[in-house]
Each structure stands twice: as C-alpha cells, then as structure tokens.
T-cell receptor, first 115, second 113 residues
C-alpha cells in the first residue's frame, strides 16, 4: 500500500488564488521531503528539499515566495502555490525519505489546473 | 557536478520481447542507485535499490545491474507486457550528509501488442 499520501490528487483553482497540496508519510517518519514539478512527457524537476523543522532549500529558478513549503512535522509537508497563474498548471509530486540510504517513496502526485 | 544520464531517451518494443535500459552516473561518493517506474500521471514506484556492494538485483521480470567501477547501471525487462509501458527513472544518491538524490531524465518505454 501507499506509504506517502498526497492530497488533493486533482485541483482546479482560479487565477490569483492560492492552493495548498499536502504530502503525508503514512507509516514512517520522513526526515526529508522533496517537491517536484513535472510537465507532460518531461522528467521530474526538483523544486525544493525540506527537512522537518527547518526552512526549505529551493532549487535555482524556483520562487520561494510563490511556492511556499512547510515541513512542520515528521509526517507532513505542504506546498502552497500562491497567486496562481495558468502557467503554474502542472503535475506536482512529493517524495519522502527516512534518511540517507533509505528508499525514497513518492506520492501519487497532484494535478493543478489554474483557470 | 553530479549527473545521471539515461539511454535511450525512448524505446518502442513488441510485447513479449526483452529490453535493456542504461544509466550512467558521475555521482560521488556513491551511496545507492534506484530504478523507478512512473506511469503517466502517477507518482514513481520503486523497482530496485542497489548499494555499492551489490551488482545485481531482481524484482520479478525486472533485473537491475550495477558496475560501481564504471559507474553504470542497467535495467533489464524480460518478456515485456503492455503494462510495462511507462517512464523508467534512474536515481543516484551520494554519501556525505546530503540526502538530495540526482535524477536521470528517464527512458520512455512503449510496449506494442
């Protein structure tokens, strides 16, 4: 069964609004969570890495004020897309690991459509 | 710079045939290498994970090999099925305190009946 749960799986929002995506590790403590973005037929693009209790580390070119990441507990990380624009429409995936050398488990992904 | 290169970029095979996907990496110091299968619109699912001392690991019809000396890995799929159509992603992690894995761009496999 799934060990990383992502919610919602699909969301449609209006331009200018904010939308939150949750990523939960179900049966292990995720010391590190990753957020990715994936455009159709393209590879995963790492957006940011978050460690529980500390600020996320964003990849170059990713706006930290637009993509707010919170990793408040060892089982939950959230990605908030603020002031969404149609070009933010994409497939967002999270992954979680208990630490170096451990398997990285992926969530099922969230389809975001901004209209 | 840590890099993971996968080949071919895409592959089309007939159902029942075998195929091999390649992954070359420059990640150092090496910790482990994972192969994932990603169906369209779904999150990636782990197929195998290999550490430095392992040179082959199987998961059903999937067999991964690792040559840590040449920094190469392969994923062999035996007797392909239509459901094998997906993207296969090679992910390599380094030792030394960083948990950030390096992703390959993936190989898109299409299995035709």
């Amino acid at each position: 069964g799934a060990v990383v749960s992502q919610h919602p799986s699909r969301v449609i929002c209006k331009s200018g609004t904010s939308v939150k995506i949750e990523c939960r590790s179900l049966d292990f403590q995720a010391t590190t969570m990753f957020w990715y973005r994936q455009f159709p037929k393209k590879s995963l693009m790492l957006m940011a890495t978050s460690n529980e209790g500390s600020k996320a580390t964003y990849e170059q070119g990713v706006e930290k004020d637009k993509f707010l990441i919170n990793h408040a507990s060892l089982t939950l990380s959230t990605l908030t897309v603020t002031s969404a624009h149609p070009e933010d429409s994409s497939f967002y995936i999270c992954s979680a690991t208990a630490g170096s050398g451990n398997t990285i488990y992926f969530g099922e992904g969230s389809w975001l459509t901004v209209v | 710079k840590n890099q993971v290169e996968q080949s071919p970029q895409s592959l089309i095979i007939l159902e029942g045939k075998n195929c091999t996907l390649q992954c070359n990496y420059t990640v150092s110091p090496f910790s482990n290498l994972r192969w994932y299968k990603q169906d369209t619109g779904r999150g990636p699912v782990s197929l195998t994970i290999m550490t430095f001392s392992e040179n082959t690991k199987s998961n059903g019809r999937y067999t991964a090999t690792l040559d840590a000396d040449t920094k190469q890995s392969s994923l062999h799929i035996t007797a392909s099925q239509l459901s094998d159509s997906a993207s296969y992603i090679c992910v390599v992690s380094a030792n030394g305190g960083s948990y950030i894995p390096t992703f390959g761009r993936g190989t898109s496999l299409i299995v035709h009946p």
